[in-house]
């Protein structure tokens, strides 16, 4: 059974750091890019950062790069959105996504506000 599990969200204030998580399991995580996306409400869901199947490579959507980092980890199985400097437009819930078989996690929300 396929599972992307998203951990790590919560409220930060604008300027302030957080770390998400995704857990995946049922697939050969190895083999797979990774993605981040995104969606706020009212909005459609937008791609965020993606990293390769042996994470050398890595790309980020012009409003976040620069402060996200997308990383992964093959042996555990696990991929990260390292996000710093967060602005308020930034609230949205955070997917995490499996390039090979274009499988979604069930979010988690982030929320940016004072």
């Known amino acids: 059974q396929v599972q992307l599990v998203e951990s790590g969200g919560g409220l930060v204030q604008p300027g302030g750091s957080l770390t998400l998580s995704c857990a995946a399991s049922?697939?050969?995580?190895?083999?797979?890019?990774m993605n981040w996306f995104r969606q706020a409400p009212g909005k459609e869901r937008e791609w965020v950062a993606g990293?390769?199947?042996?994470?050398?490579?890595?790309n980020y959507q012009p409003s976040v790069k620069g402060r996200f980092t997308i990383s992964r980890d093959n042996a555990e199985k696990m991929v990260y959105l390292q996000m710093n400097s967060l602005k308020p437009e930034d609230t949205a819930v955070y997917y995490c996504?499996?390039?090979?078989?274009?499988?979604w996690g069930q979010g988690t929300q982030v929320t940016v506000s004072s």
């Open positions: 990293v390769s199947s042996d994470g050398r490579t890595t």
């Open positions: 049922g697939f050969t995580f190895s083999f797979s890019g």
């Open positions: 996504h499996s390039e090979r078989l274009g499988y």
